[in-house]
């Protein structure tokens, strides 16, 4: 008879508490691909917290606290987005654990790996009336990726074992938490990174059976792990991408030759569902409009530049850099009125690419939509923010991508980049005669400032502050350095979690980060200026642009019906909700700095050398919203006869 498999045990903590014991395996799993875990305080999750603390004295995780969980989990994110490595965020049962629904639900639609760990009741006292208990089981479905239940009653029953009979023991709480960690980080043409869950019912004792200061005392050696963690995805992409690209055939890169105008008619072609490309090839030369959306692949943006085709970009496409030759103005290039040369320009493009997710502006969707385009979407890896429904046909290939393209109608790029250019311009001629006639800078204005200005990662808010900066901003970069990151929640375009989201993003750079919000956006997270005075404060300047309330409702129909007779204050307090909060005050309650500027010199010096700061720093622009609705409609006019 053969003799029963001893436990592959790596250090012996068997005289501990049960509770702190599978603690321990869990985060050793986790550890091995994530490295920042943010921890709310809570009694339940108490084991997490101290087997957390243990593993960070051996240099395992980086650990951070934080009070408020919903503010927790999108500092969460914000590292994870910076990192592309997993973060978690760590809370008690009940609803700490639903205070993480937002940042997961952002997560979902941005293909971000967030962590959920929730502390539970154990299954025992569920359904008995016990303090803090809800059932907790696939509270996030249809949001993660995968989800994990372990409860320590499960030891008993051998579901799970806490020391693994070998390495790849599938009943192992460490392999069963590390094969979750899997799912959260897998990309490829199918599976789309994203948030999991690990719901963990913990019983009583909750604390470590003795009172040792460290865990190498209390001679259970190095157990935590170091992460593995790949690196930061980033320029590498581009470089990556320029050289698959450029082991494509030769010939269909080389823009020489390509000035004749194309000859082939706009066509009506019917728009495939998802599946392989028909075996049509492109014209020589196409009239091809490359649209760029949120977090564009970069293969993408490499194909398009090397094609020389003209390029629509959002800020956080990737793509919006000056070097990179993206159209200035584009959406108002978009509106042209019909007999406008540049309408012209925009009725004879032909196909359209779309790569990332725009969601911005609704002439980009009305070009997208046009039956008379065929439009297909550059798609190398799987996106959550789609499933069969989606009507464009998608392409994953490179080779497949530059064949459907075919090199750039050159003339026709031409006036695209020259219409650009002069809408550009227009656009900053109205903006400063307006400021200068009011004599006060407009929100539009100061949020081309800033984002003109920053070195830093920056986030834009999810509201009118990105929309501002798409309008008008002309995003340089300095090819020596690194180049820094555009960020914001485009997944769910809530504006809750960005001051957070924009802290996460400072912690995990070790450097300045500056968050450019509205001042609905801000106060919507103020918790992420709550900092415990144990923690390093995120090096963050958060600029907010104070109108007084919310200013994109009035750019939209309701600013129409808000200027009907006897309807101004209904809009206003349902869409305006106005505010005269004192944000000065606000900083002093928190202890950080405060900067008020009023004009674009005081902004100038309050981003100047963002490396001689620490800290986190409010800087102040009120502005006027009432101005805003007229403000645009001077700039659609002054682009009405290009």
Known sequence: MASQRRPFREFDDSQDAESLRLARRVIRGLTLQMRHIIVCPGSR????AYALAEAEQMGAVTLYTRTDERSAAFTALGLALQTGDP????????????????????????????????????????????????????????????ELHIDQAHIAEGQVRLEPESRDDMLAAETQAALLLRAATTSSPRSAP?????????????????????????????????SVARSQPGPADHLAAEKLIGQLEPNAFTPEDAGATSTTPARNLPVESRGPSPETSAPATSRTLFVMGHRAPAEAIELARRLGHPILAEPTSGARWSDLAPVQGYRLLLQAPASSPTAETVAATERVVVAGRPTLTRPVQRLINRPDLEVVQFQPRAEPWHDERFTRRIITD?????????LADRPWARHWEEAGLQAQGAIDAVLKE????????????????????????????????????????????????????????????GIDGNLSAAAGIALATGSRATALVGDLTFLHDTNALLIPSTEDTPNLDIVVINDAGGAIFDQLEHGEVGRRPGLAERVERLFGTPQTVDLEALADAYQHEYLYAETLEDLSRGLAHPDDRLGLRIIELRTDRSRLRDLHAKITQALAHM
């Open 194 to 226: 994203g948030p999991v869950h690990l719901n963990i019912g913990f019983s009583d004792p909750l604390v470590p059976a003795q009172a040792f200061t460290s865990a190498a005392e209390a001679n259970y050696g190095r157990w935590a792990r170091r």
């Open 398 to 406: 490179p080779a497949e991508l530059a064949t459907f393209a075919g």
């Open 434 to 493: 307006e400021d200068d006639e009011a004599g006060s800078l407009s929100s539009v204005r100061a949020a081309q400032f800033v984002a003109e200005t920053v070195r830093t990662p920056l986030l834009l808010g999810s509201s009118s502050v990105i929309r501002d900066v798409d309008l008008a901003a002309v995003i340089t970069r300095d090819r020596n350095r690194p180049t820094p990151g555009i960020y914001a929640m485009r997944g769910i375009a």
């Open 87 to 146: 973060a978690a965020v760590v809370t008690t049962s009940g609803t700490a654990a639903g205070n993480l629904l937002p940042a997961v639900m952002e997560a979902d639609m941005s293909a971000v790996p967030l962590v959920a760990i929730t502390a539970d009741r154990p299954e025992s006292l569920h359904g008995t009336g016990a303090n803090q208990t809800v059932w907790q089981q696939g509270m996030f479905a249809g949001r993660v990726r995968d």
């Open 45 to 48: 999750s108490a084991p997490l």
